[in-house]
Every structure is written in structure tokens, then in C-alpha cells.
């Protein structure tokens, strides 16, 4: 399996309740986010939302869908949600809340492996192509959330954690 360990930065000029509550409410990311073909709820967790599972399907610019579960791992309100991935990747995603002045800075980290035996056999050639798409999904998360809640979209990082050493600095 080919491992990937990616790091999305996003500052809007949001309040960060606004911006926590729109990244919690997953099920409703479709209505917002390009990529995200849709969001369905498989398992309840507890009354916080941990062990809950979460069936996603993406699709970017390529001409494939990634469908894989989120079992919810830790969630705490305004500052983390993060869970436990399984499917067509396999690993854990987790994003994280901070807040300077009136700039929101969400940060999502994504370490996972791909399970799809045809993307580990060209992944050597295309393991470029597949960071830049999962980046261009990403940026149209940022715009989409800037469109949902009206706010000026400041910046919008990807780094490749494998490759770059700088991502390691503080925001």
C-alpha cells in the first residue's frame, strides 16, 4: 500500500464557531463542496459523536470516486474532530481549530494508505497527480466553506509531509 501523509491549511476570516460547526456538520458538505458526492450515516455514536461512522464518496478532476468510512475518534468542540478511516484509503484524517484575531485557521491532516490495488501499481508515476487532485478538492473545500458562510477565504495551503520539511514549523 502507498502511504500518504498530507497537510491542508485553510484561514478564513470567519468566527471560528461558524467555521467548527460547517466541518462538523459533514452530512451537509455536498451542499457546499464540489467534491464530495455525498455523506451517509451508517453507525450513531455516542452523545458526543464518538464511534460514529460516516460513508463518504469524493470524486476530483480524475475520472475515479473514493468512497471509504470515518469512525469518529475524538471530538472536541472547537478544537479537534478526527477519525479512523477505512475503505478505499485507510488511516486517519483529523482537523484541527485555531483562532487569530478575527482569522479562523482550520488545519486537516490526512495520513493514509491507498487499499485500491490498481492506484498502488501506477502510483510510483502517479503519486503527483493523486496529492495535486486530493489539493484541488481541497481548495474547492475552502472556497465552497467562504461562499457558505460569506466570508473572505485568506489562504489555502497543501503540503506533502513526505516531501516538505517546512510543514513542520508552526502556523
Not at 121 to 150: T, V, Y
Request: one cysteine or more; aromatic letters at 10%.
Amino acid at each position: 500500500m502507498v502511504e500518504y501523509r498530507l497537510l491542508t491549511i485553510w484561514r478564513i476570516e470567519a468566527p471560528l464557531e461558524a467555521v467548527y460547526a460547517a466541518i462538523h456538520n459533514s452530512p451537509h458538505w455536498p451542499d457546499w463542496w464540489p467534491g464530495v458526492k455525498s455523506v451517509e450515516q451508517i453507525k450513531s455514536g455516542d452523545a458526543d459523536g464518538i464511534d460514529s461512522v460516516l460513508r463518504y464518496s469524493w470524486q476530483g478532476r480524475l475520472p475515479y470516486q473514493m468512497m471509504f468510512d470515518v469512525r469518529a475518534t475524538r471530538i472536541e468542540k472547537l478544537v479537534a474532530i478526527e477519525g479512523a478511516v477505512q475503505g478505499d484509503l485507510e488511516g486517519v484524517g483529523c482537523w484541527s481549530f485555531f483562532r487569530r484575531g478575527g482569522v479562523s485557521i482550520v488545519r486537516y491532516e490526512w495520513h493514509v494508505r491507498s487499499t485500491r490495488w490498481w492506484m498502488n501499481l501506477i502510483a510510483p508515476l502517479a503519486r503527483p497527480m493523486f496529492i495535486r487532485n486530493h489539493g484541488i478538492l481541497m481548495r474547492q473545500g475552502a472556497e465552497g466553506l467562504a461562499n457558505l458562510l460569506n466570508a473572505p477565504l485568506l489562504s489555502q495551503e497543501n503540503i506533502d509531509l513526505m516531501t516538505e520539511t517546512q510543514a513542520s514549523q508552526p502556523i
